[in-house]
Structures are given as C-alpha cells and as structure tokens.
C-alpha cells in the first residue's frame, strides 16, 4: 500500500470516527446528516454530496448536502422519482448504483444534476432496520469520474446514518408511547369521574387531534335513519372546524359512509372523486386532503365514529394512525356504555315505583270500593240500631255504640292503608303536615324544622319514611330525649337532617366482623 493510500485510508477512518462519535452522543439527525455529507465531501472532493429521504409519495427530499457545490441546492427541495439517475435506480433495487456519464441523464434528478454540472454519480442505499430510508449520494465534475471504490466507501458512511436514524426514531417512538399513554390516561380519567357525554367528545377529539398531528379532529354518531350526527369538533391553532351537527346522509364514499358499511378503520388520501355530500363539504368547505377515521363500537354495535382530518396533501397522516385511535375508541366506547348503564338503570327504577304507585293505587280503589264501604254500611246500621232501642235495653245498647266505635277504629285505619302504606295527610296535606302528625304520635319529643311546599309523590313518600324510620329507631336503641329533624328543599335539591341527643349504637368494628 503506498503513502498516498494510507493517508486516505487514515482521513477515511478519521472521518468515520468523528461521525460515529456524534452518533454515539445521540447527536441530532441533522447534525450527523449534515456532518456526514462534509466529510464525505471533503474526502471524496466532489462537486456535491447530498443525503436524500424517500418519501411515500415517490418522491425524494434533500435533507443533507455539500462539496464544490453544496449551498446551491437548499435543503428541503423535493424532486419526483422517475428517469435515469442514480437516486431513482437506489430507489428502484435498494442496492448501490452508478452512472458514470450524466449526459443522459433523464427524470427531474437527472435534468438538475446536468444543470450543475455532474459528470458521473454514485448513489448508496441508506437501509434503517430493514427498509429503505434514503440515499447518500456522490457526483463528480465531468473531468473527474468517481473511483471504483466510490461505492463501498459510502457505504461506510451510510451504516453510520442508518444507526443515528434508527436510534432518532427510537427516542422519537418512545416520546410518542410516553405521550399517548399520558394522553390516554387523561381520557381515561374522565371516564372514571362520569363527566357528562359532551364534555367526554370534546376532550377525546382534542387529544386525538393533538396527538397525531392533525389539522381538524371529530367525533359523531349514527342514527338510527341511516344518517350521521357530528358530536364534537377540534381544530389546530389557526385553523376552523365549524360544527355541522346535521343529520348528513350516509350516502357515497366519505369516511363515515365507509366505516358505516365496513365497521373497520378507513383512509382517504386524496378526496379527489369522492362522492357524496360529506366528501364535497370535507374537500371543498374544509379543503382537507386526508383523513382516517375509526370506528366506535359500543357493547358489539357500532355507535358512532371518531375521524381525523389533515390539509398536507404531500404529507398525508401517518400509517399507523388507525391503530393509535383505538385505544381512544375503545374509552368513548366504555364511557357511553356506562352511562346507558346508568340511563338504564334509572328507567328500570323509574318503572318500578311507577308500578308500586299502580299497585298502591289499585289497592286503594279496591278497598274503597269493596270492604271500606261495607264496613261504613255496617257501622252505620248499627248506630240506627242503637238510636231505636228503648230504655230498657241499656245493655245492648251500650255493646251497639263500643261495636260502632271499633268500627270506626278499623274504618280509620283501612283508611290508612287504602293510601298506599303511608297515612292519608301525607297524600292530601303533603309532607308538612305528615311529618307533623308523625312528631305528635313520637315517643320521642321532636323539634321540625321545615322549609318546603309541596313535592313530587315520591320525594314526599322517601322523606316521609326516611324521617319515620329514625324516629323509630331514636325511640328502640338511642334512648334520646329529642329528635331534630331538618327538612329543606331548593330547586331540584332536598336535603333532609336527623339528629338526636342519644347513645347511638353504630360499631364499625362490630360492622366489620
């Protein structure tokens, strides 16, 4: 080996050394892009190196760039694929490739490095855990090709790139996880508390919509006529979702309609020929040009949808967009679960007093119509009896009025039970005078103090029986001297307070046993 190859073997591995260096810091992408590009510059001298990243759309990005001419193509420009170069033919094999003569060089990569004068180009596949990332690639002036070794030399290079990418992405994949769990943890908080729908769909469209990167976010739900209701909006900073509640129509090949017929997650990059009146509204009123939505599956039927929406036309959102958005599906679908648990369980309540206030008043019609009646017949029969006796029958007469006076007794008392287990004052009164009457028959002295009118039937009922139970219960077990009972009722709220002065008789320890 001579001295001139050893002194490039020497700055080759140098170089090397300072790259992996910055690798191993965990520098930035673009640090390490732009490093290697200079030094892959410097060694090879040529008029540009430049890194490039493939994009879905097939297309390139530089990303990185230096040599003679380095400054004059800007970092960020994007060419379309296509033709006779060496960025394209990386792209076409995923190995290296060579053009050692770019005059005819065709596609727009081929047409701007003839612009600058590109004599002959090697192009390295940058490989990031098994798929192909990008290019790193070298052009000479036409006076100076590129040694054979130009390819293997890159390649170097581009194993140093790969493992600063794949370890970017790593960090990047690991601060995406921490803030969709947190994001997620959020949501599912809300759950947890029961806040009301509305404020759940707000919340859950924002976080979506932040998350992932989205321009507009929503939320909406599917009637039981074929249309869609929109429950909940989000936009960006800048930007404007107006809220369309509808009812849209689920009639052509929007996202809802889609996710509607499939009940699977579904994706739209290009609005272009999408029919229906949802895609003309999302394309030309919202202007978007990509979108994801996913499906909200309550208890095995599909309830709604949860979609989002993005404006970036040569950026559409991230492939796994759907999968992220069902842990989110998967919490609204959870909360509206509980919560119709709930509106079941108060109609299923609802029902059942309504059918102890039938039965209570069926039993009073029946007794008032069949032995209440009897039973004043007969007492009264027996008053005309004891009226018409002579003197001379004191006797019998004095055992007709006790058996008139028992009949009273037993016709009073059916009386309080034909009105439904409670006592006729609380029906007729309301709950002031029954809770009056229920103090004076107290064994226990009792000091009211109420703040009500009249009440719906079966708050009235609850108080009544509530204060009627620990009135009874001050009496067996406190051994109390007075009983204060509060009763006050404001707007939709009642608040009823019993205290006394006795010994009690909880023992939490003996509850615990």
Do not use: C
């Not at 995406?176 to 919340?203: C, I, M, S, Y």
């Not at 009123?285 to 709604?304: C, D, T």
């Not at 759907?322 to 989110?328: A, D, K, M, V």
């Not at 039938?358 to 009646?373: A, M, P, S, Y």
């Amino acid at each position: 080996m001579s001295g001139d190859e050893v002194h490039v073997l020497a700055e080759e591995q140098a170089a090397l050394r300072r790259v992996a260096t910055l690798v191993a810091r965990g520098a930035m992408p673009e640090e390490v892009f732009s490093a290697v590009t200079e030094e892959v510059g410097r060694l090879l001298s040529v008029e540009y190196a430049g890194l490039g990243r493939y994009e879905p759309d097939r297309t390139m990005t530089i990303v990185a760039g230096s040599g003679r001419r380095g400054e004059e193509i800007p970092v960020g420009r994007r060419f379309d694929l296509g033709g006779k170069n060496v960025n394209t033919l990386v792209f076409e094999t995923g190995r290296p490739a060579r053009v050692d003569s770019y005059a005819d060089a065709s596609g727009p990569l081929g047409v701007t490095a003839r612009v600058y004068r590109a004599g002959s180009g090697v192009g390295a596949p940058v490989i990031v855990e098994g798929r192909l990332w990008g290019v790193m690639a070298a052009y000479s002036s036409p006076e100076e090709p590129l040694p054979s070794d130009t390819e293997a030399r890159l390649a170097s290079f581009t194993e140093l790139l790969a493992t600063a990418i794949a370890n970017a992405e790593s960090r990047a994949w690991l601060s995406r996880l921490a803030g969709e769990q947190a994001a997620l943890r959020r949501v599912a908080t809300l759950v947890a508390r029961g806040v009301p729908p509305a404020e759940l769909f707000a919340a859950v469209t924002e976080e979506v919509g932040r998350l992932l990167g989205a321009h507009l976010a929503g939320m909406a739900r599917y009637e039981s006529d074929d249309t869609l209701t929109v429950l909940a909006t989000w936009a960006t900073e800048g930007e404007q979702h107006p809220l369309v509640p509808g009812p849209w129509p689920l009639e052509g090949g929007d996202l809802a309609s889609m996710v509607f017929r499939t009940g699977r997650p579904v994706r739209i990059d290009d609005y272009q020929g999408v029919p229906g009146r949802i895609a003309a509204f999302v394309r030309e009123r919202l202007g978007i040009s990509s979108s994801v939505a996913s499906p909200i599956v309550v208890e095995g039927r599909l309830w709604g949808v949860l979609f989002l929406h993005s404006k970036q036309s040569r950026q559409p959102l991230s492939r796994d967009t759907e999968s992220r958005l069902t842990g989110f599906t998967e919490l609204v679908a959870t909360a509206i679960a509980n919560t119709e648990s709930r509106a079941a369980l108060a109609a299923s309540r609802a029902r059942i007093v309504a059918a102890a206030d039938e039965t209570r008043r069926r039993i009073e019609r029946d007794l008032h119509d069949g032995i209440q009646q009897q039973l004043v017949s007969l007492m009264l029969e027996l008053r005309m009896a004891a009226a018409t006796e002579s003197d001379r029958a004191g006797e019998l007469q004095a055992q007709l009025v006790r058996t008139a006076q028992g009949l009273a007794g037993v016709v009073e008392e059916l009386r309080e039970i034909s009105r439904g287990i409670h006592p006729a004052v609380l029906s007729s009164g309301g709950l002031g005078p029954a809770l009056r009457a229920l103090a004076r028959r107290s064994a226990v002295p009792v000091e009211l103090d109420l703040h009500a009118g009249r009440l719906p039937e079966r708050v009235e009922v609850a108080a009544y029986y509530a204060v009627s139970e620990a009135l009874a219960n001050a009496a067996k077990h406190a051994r109390a001297s007075v009983v204060q009972v509060e009763f006050h009722a404001h707007d939709t709220m009642v608040r009823v307070a019993i205290r006394d002065d006795g010994v009690g008789g909880a023992d939490p320890a003996r509850d615990r046993d």
